[in-house]
Every structure is written in C-alpha cells, then in structure tokens.
T-cell receptor
Framework: RKEVEQDPGPFNVPEGATVAFNCTYSNSASQSFFWYRQDCRKEPKLLMSVYSSGNEDGRFTAQLNRASQYISLLIRDSKLSDSATYLCVEDSNSGYALNFGKGTSLLVTP | GAVVSQHPSRVICKSGTSVKIECRSLDFQATTMFWYRQFPKQSLMLMATSNEGSKATYEQGVEKDKFLINHASLTLSTLTVTSAHPEDSSFYIC???????????????FGPGTRLTVL
C-alpha cells in the first residue's frame, strides 16, 4: 500500500492565526483526496474533499497539486475548537478502503 | 446523515479471552464495511474489508484466524478478536459505505470506535 505522508506536528498556534498543513502522496493514479478531522479518542469525521480545482468551505481551504503530488489544508482565523488531529486521506479508486496519513496535530491556544 | 454504530464502545478483558465487536449501519444498507485499527499516535490501519455474504478480505499481516469477521446482513458486521493478548489492545473502528462503484467516491461513514484493553 502506497504511503500518505504528513508532518505529525504538533502545531501550536494562537487563536485567530492562520495555519497550513501539507500532505504528500505517492500514488500518482489516485483521484480523490480528503481531509478528515479526528478528536481525541473519537472516530474520524470528514472535513472536506479535495479535487483538482481545490475546495473552500468557510475558514477552510484545501488545494491539490498533482504535479508535486501534495495536498494542503489552510485554516484561517483559528478557533479553539479547531484543536484536533487532521488526517490526510487518499482514495485510490482501486477498490480498497481509504488510505490514511498519520495525522497532523493542531492545538489552538487562547 | 448516515449513522454507523459500534458496540461495545469500550471493553476490558483478560488475556486469552475472545471479544466480539459489532458494527451496524442504522439507516442504510451497507454492502461493504471496513475494519480499521488505530494504535496511539498512529494512523488508522485497514485490517480487512467485509462484503455482505462473502468472506472478508484481509490486509497483509492481519491474521484471519485471529480476527474473525462476519458480515451476515446488509446492516451488520462483526469482528471477533480471538484469544486476545495485550498487544491487541487498540482502538478498533468500523466504517460502512452504502454502495460501491468504481470511479465514484463512496463516502465512508465511521462508527464511534471500540477501545479494547487486554490485561
């Protein structure tokens, strides 16, 4: 199974800051990517999908760079409630389940 | 949205016992369910893919005789950890998708997870 790599962090940022995470993938054939959010001891929840044109949802923006095989997540105006682990996820469309990165930990402080 | 439940949410057992974990899709029929395992500070690792009415497909390194999977109906899959040992202590999460089409992203809905502690 090809890898999805993320910087584990932790990223400690003050409330209101802008923070960005990157994720690299090795399977050039993968079509779909996602960012999931996982709170401590909870199941992952879909945050947003990432397609070739990128995606924006409120304070969150996800971008896909196929040439360099990385995706990014930008969080603007960070809130305390954004503190969580953010999982970069790949759907290879090969008939297998989702391929998860190890996650990037974010802590937003007052 | 679609809801997936897991039971139990937490279990503590003695080494050598077997533990059964249930995963149910509550408001949709799931032809495919997945079982993941997550150790502390690690990513979710796929253990097996469970298809209704057929044998599960296990990932490399996962012992099928130790982790028994049964997907007897379109709304229920069970994972039985047989002869559990302390190294099996982990967070087990299932997910389900309503249908499976190639070329189309099939959103997975995750259960809340089961935390297993083997003493």
């Amino acid at each position: 199974r090809k890898e999805v790599e993320q910087d584990p962090g932790p990223f400690n940022v003050p409330e209101g800051a802008t923070v960005a995470f990157n994720c690299t993938y090795s399977n050039s054939a993968s079509q779909s990517f996602f960012w999931y959010r996982q709170d401590c001891r909870k199941e992952p929840k879909l945050l947003m999908s990432v397609y070739s044109s990128g995606n924006e949802d409120g304070r969150f923006t996800a971008q896909l760079n196929r040439a360099s095989q990385y995706i990014s997540l930008l969080i603007r105006d960070s809130k305390l409630s954004d503190s969580a682990t953010y999982l970069c996820v790949e759907d290879s469309n090969s008939g297998y389940a989702l391929n998860f990165g190890k996650g990037t930990s974010l802590l937003v402080t007052p | 949205g679609a809801v997936v439940s897991q039971h139990p949410s937490r279990v503590i057992c003695k080494s050598g016992t077997s533990v059964k974990i249930e995963c149910r899709s509550l408001d949709f029929q799931a032809t495919t369910m997945f079982w993941y395992r997550q150790f502390p500070k690690q990513s979710l690792m796929l253990m097996a893919t469970s298809n209704e009415g057929s044998k599960a497909t296990y990932e490399q390194g996962v012992e099928k005789d130790k982790f028994l999977i049964n997907h007897a109906s379109l709304t229920l899959s069970t994972l039985t950890v047989t002869s559990a040992h302390p190294e099996d202590s982990s967070f087990y999460i299932c997910s389900a998708i309503p249908r499976r089409e190639r070329g189309v992203y099939n959103e997975q809905f995750f259960g809340p997870g089961t935390r297993l502690t083997v003493l």
